[in-house]
């Protein structure tokens, strides 16, 4: 973990409440996809945690929901502004397994499953995205999916785009698979635990107080005891989980 000051170089609009921020500044904390960062805003108690969408080169890449007071707020952040970011935090994707990988995320889980797969397609891995929407007006990321050589697979819940249903109707596209990333809610990572073939890495989201393991906020139950999704996570392994 490391606190500093990123300046924001763009906060533009992707799609229905969803934003890309690019700062820049000191990333060197920042050392796996799926990762997040703790952004301090004014007037606000308390960080927002931020999931990193993509990092190189001095400038990291996020995108959020606009869900509440404090990102509504976050739109409204002009380039040039300095912001006081904690980076590094959290374990991130383990890249390190072999075979063919279907990328399954929902709404802003899908950021850092951007990250990862520009890292898996760098080693020659085979990766398809699945990702969910509610309709096609929410819709970011795929081109940028695409443009690494990923397949993408989209299933928009009112049939806009691509298949109709959910995500977990887009993984019924996917064969072959030996192992599955995935991010987003917890009621579609459930969803997606139950269809899953394979072992794999689900990251969660969860509402966090300091982010970096000191207040204990967000504990969850695993096999393997308690864990803390800031700091243990976000990032488990299938095998550990109990919902």
């Known amino acids: 973990m490391k606190e500093t000051l990123l300046t924001v170089l763009e906060n533009t609009r992707l799609a229905d409440g969803i934003y890309r921020l690019r700062l820049a500044g000191d990333t060197s904390a920042i050392t796996a996809p799926g990762q997040f960062v703790n ?4 007037g606000f108690f308390l960080r927002r945690p931020i999931s ?3 990092w190189e080169n001095g400038e990291v890449t996020l995108i959020y929901k606009v869900l509440g007071h404090g990102t509504e707020a976050m739109t409204g952040m002009a380039a040039g502004t300095a912001l006081d ?8 994707f383990d890249l390190s ?6 990328l399954v995320g929902g709404g802003v889980g899908i950021p850092p499953l951007y ?8 080693q020659g891995k085979r990766v398809t995205a699945v990702l969910g929407f509610n309709r096609k007006s929410e819709i970011f990321l795929a081109e940028e999916f695409r443009a690494l050589g990923a397949e993408v697979v989209i299933a928009t ?3 806009s785009v691509g298949l109709k249903g959910l995500v977990t109707d887009g993984m019924a596209a996917v064969s072959d698979y030996t192992y599955l990333y995935t991010c987003g809610p917890e009621p579609m990572l459930k969803a997606v635990y139950a269809d899953c073939k394979t072992s794999g890495q689900f990251s969660f989201e969860e509402r966090m107080g300091c982010g970096f393991g000191a207040c204990m906020g967000c504990s969850c139950e695993t096999k393997y005891g308690n ?3 800031c700091k243990d996570g976000p ?9």
């Open 115 to 122: 990250g990862l797969a520009k890292r898996l397609t760098a």
């Open 227 to 229: 864990k803390r999704i």
């Open 235 to 243: 990032v488990l392994e299938k095998e550990e989980i109990v919902w």
């Open 52 to 54: 990193v969408c993509d």
């Open 157 to 159: 819940a009112d049939g």
């Open 39 to 42: 952004l301090k805003l004014s």
């Open 85 to 92: 970011v904690l980076t590094g935090l959290g374990n991130g």
């Open 97 to 102: 397994r072999s075979g063919e990988h279907p």
